[in-house]
């Protein structure tokens, strides 16, 4: 086994409230491998970006981060905000979910990766536009050299995006961190910026981190899926066998939800997830499963292996082979 380029060690972040402080993630561990591309799902408020946001130090003042992420080696938690910008954009970047919103809508788009290059790399700017044209072909991009001079107001969605991952393998990154960057994009560009990914990845050998409630999209690119629930992984293994053989009645439910040729009716997750400023005891999503046991109010949240995958499900095993 290599050695992990992402290695998160009980990752805790939270929030300071007028209500109270919101405990987003609570003990969150992963490792990635080299050129791996690990899927993290869940529904909304469960910690997939806040995670990572933390490790790339873009959380508000409010946010308290605490335990260790090492990106190739280095620490990326509780360490000076300098140490921090030298890694964002070199050894790990991140492609955001709104393009628009990242571009800056005055300059060109060429200028802002020319940016992105001599932030880390001694070149001239002449040499860094060279770059900027070769990254945007890269990225599928048609007439590079023409869109470079474009500002982002001319662009579609699905092109806008191919520019911010352009932006974001500009310095040969480590890790990439893609969060939901096909959420508002029709299907036909959706499939053209998975490939776009997939190309990154097989030619820079880059580990990708894709961040997604969607698992029609995690089935389709990810080796390995981390099930994200209240702030905690509930479940982890290899794509086809999460999808084949889920253990976690939440990562049951999430594919019990998915719509397909043979389901008459879709079935539900019932209920919300809970308040996280004061997180229920024991398994936190026993309010809302049906095979929750008095015992699941005092168990803990370490993962247990159960054949090829692991879990946090105390009944995993037992309820092995059942209907969803």
């Known amino acids: ?8 060690r009980d990752l805790h972040v939270s929030f300071a409230t007028p209500a109270g402080r919101v405990q987003a993630v609570r003990g969150v561990s992963l490792d990635v491998q080299p050129g791996e591309l690990v899927g993290i799902v869940g529904e909304s408020g469960s ?3 806040v995670s990572f946001l933390s490790i790339m130090g873009l959380l508000p003042g409010t946010a308290s981060v605490t335990g260790s992420a090492k990106v190739a080696g280095t620490e990326m938690i509780g360490v000076p905000d300098s140490q921090v910008r030298a890694q964002r954009g070199k050894k790990i970047a991140m492609i955001f979910q ?4 990242a571009l800056n809508p005055v300059h060109r788009i060429g200028a802002q990766v020319v940016e992105m290059i001599q932030a880390h790399q001694n070149v001239s700017k002449e040499a860094a536009h060279s770059r900027a044209v070769e990254l945007l072909d890269l990225v599928g991009l048609p007439q590079p050299d023409v869109r470079a ?6 662009f579609s969605g699905g092109m806008r995006q191919r520019v911010m991952i352009a932006m974001a393998i500009a310095n040969d990154p480590d890790v990439l961190i893609a969060d939901e960057p096909t959420t508002a994009l029709d299907v036909t560009v959706q499939a053209q910026i998975l490939d776009v990914i997939e190309n990154v990845r097989r030619q820079l050998r880059t580990a ?9 999209v995690v089935a389709r690119v990810a080796d390995r899926v981390e ?3 209240a702030g905690n992984t509930s479940e982890r293994g290899l794509v086809n066998d999460i999808f084949a ?3 976690h009645p939440y990562t049951r439910g999430l594919l019990s939800s998915l719509p397909s040729a043979n389901k008459e009716r879709l079935k539900p997750i019932v209920g919300a997830p ?3 400023i004061a997180p229920p005891s024991g398994c936190a999503f026993r309010a809302r499963c049906e095979h929750a046991l008095e015992a699941c109010a005092s168990a803990g949240n370490e993962l247990v292996r159960i054949g090829s995958t692991e879990t946090s499900c105390i009944r995993a095993a037992e309820l092995q082979g059942s209907a969803p």
Do not use: A
């Open 227 to 229: 099930v994200m629930y």
């Open 245 to 247: 053989t889920p253990h």
């Open 274 to 276: 809970p308040n996280m």
């Open 98 to 101: 709104d393009p628009l919103s």
């Open 47 to 49: 910690g997939k970006s």
């Open 208 to 216: 990708v981190v894709f961040i997604t409630h969607d698992l029609g």
């Open 1 to 8: 086994m290599m050695e992990p380029v992402l290695s998160i």
């Open 149 to 154: 001079r474009q500002y982002p107001h001319e």
